[in-house]
């Protein structure tokens, strides 16, 4: 006589059974760099409906450990605080194609290495062979970057998950997942700069900061005149412009661990009055271009990297050639002046580019959120709100 379990026991049976073997026949690994954990970052104040925190998934892999080829179909990112499901939502296909061929072609050109502070596929994919398309062979790889999030509730985790399909009509699933976490430092920091300034690069989605782990919660400051500018004149001399030789100063206290004074600054690297801006970008490009292929501490400029408590490092680039008051190994106090803002390194007007990171290699260190306790920030002078965003003023109080 034939046994007949009740449905619920049926379905239950078929499901585990399917879930044995989609995770037994999965060689499916999804990879993020950089990983465990992602960082987000606080918007308030007018124009916002209460609290928005944006976030970044720099890099997304999909790796293929499988004997046999499989196809991606599907790629979601969830959002979870607890067991609540906040967001979910789908890669879009033309992403997936888009991303599989920049970085194929990228390799087969052999200039990803020149890339690798951006996507760092040597700390995380070494050896990897990167697919064309959607379909990976075994040990190929398809990678996914800069997948943007907004939440108004923070989630607890992210998670990305992958269906994909092989030759013989079998599904594999893939997932992995990070942490959210809204950073707040244990150190004091106090403003790099004194008197009032203004934030052209900073962490907000439209800056070209945030598109890097490395640099994603960094800050270019200058100074804007009565004029509604940043120079006098026509801007073509590095003597026309505010910001200029303005003194630089240590956020926090620590030990330097790091400098270099041997970058040259030319009025040449500034837009000349005779040329349009396409100009000038295509210029510029060409030069960073030639920047990179020296090194990426060629793109810094002179510099100075200072180790703070709790594992923080704090950057400070661009610098005036000459103006360096420390050398590696001093100690430093909050508020020492450590070097005047210049142009050197990649540097398309005198700025200071400025952020804080989890170890001293700022090629393969992690960006970290910071906020400063000496300043107010206009128009939205709130001292609940923790983070400057792009074309915030920024004025300290001391």
């Known amino acids: 006589m034939k046994t007949i379990l009740p449905f619920s026991v049926q379905l239950l049976l078929i499901v585990f059974s399917c879930q044995g073997h989609l995770f037994a026949q999965s060689s499916l690994e999804v990879k993020f760099q950089p990983t465990e954990y992602m960082y987000v970052y606080e918007t308030k104040g007018i124009g916002t409906p209460g609290d928005l925190y944006s976030a970044v998934i720099q890099n997304i892999a999909i790796v293929n450990h499988a004997e046999d080829s499989v196809s991606i179909e599907e790629i979601e990112i969830i959002a979870t605080q607890g067991d609540v499901e906040i967001q979910r939502f789908k890669v879009p296909e033309e992403i997936l194609l888009q991303s599989a061929e920049k970085f194929k072609t990228y390799q087969e050109q052999g200039i990803l290495q020149y890339y690798d502070f951006q996507f760092q596929t040597s700390k995380y994919l070494k050896g990897i062979t ?26 607890d985790l992210v998670t990305v998950r992958v269906k994909a399909g092989d030759s013989n009509g079998n599904y594999l699933l893939g997932e992995a997942a990070l942490k959210v976490v809204n950073h707040v430092s244990k150190n004091q920091y106090d403003f790099p700069l004194k008197g009032t300034w203004a934030a052209y690069g900073a962490p907000s989605l439209i800056s070209h900061h945030r598109w890097g782990s490395i640099q994603e919660f960094a800050y270019d400051f200058v ?27 240590a956020i926090g206290s620590g030990k330097i661990v790091s400098i270099y004074d041997g970058a040259t600054e030319s009025n040449e690297n500034l837009k000349q009055q005779n040329e349009t801006a396409e100009e000038y970008l295509e ?11 020296k090194g990426f501490s060629y793109v810094m400029g002179n510099h100075i990297i200072i180790e703070h408590e709790n594992g923080e490092y704090s950057h ?10 420390v050398k590696e190994g001093d100690y430093v106090k909050i508020g020492d002046q450590i070097a005047a803002l210049g142009h050197s390194g990649n540097s398309t007007e005198p700025h200071l580019h400025f952020h804080v990171t989890d170890g001293p290699d700022m090629a393969y260190s992690r960006s970290i959120p910071v906020s400063f306790d000496n300043i107010s920030l206009y128009p939205d002078d709130n001292k609940n709100i923790r983070h400057i965003h792009y074309g915030q003023i920024i004025v300290t109080n001391d």
């Open 316 to 325: 400070y680039l661009h610098l005036q050639n000459g103006s360096l008051k």
């Open 283 to 293: 210029r510029s490009a060409v030069l960073q271009q030639k920047l990179l292929a």
């Open 223 to 249: 100074k804007i005149g009565t004029n509604g500018t940043t120079h006098s004149g026509t801007g073509s001399k590095l003597t026309d412009y505010y910001a200029y030789g303005e003194p630089i100063y």
């Open 130 to 155: 990167f697919s064309r398309n959607p379909t990976l062979a075994k040990e190929e790889a398809v990678v996914i970057t800069h997948r943007t999030l907004l939440f108004q509730t923070l989630p």
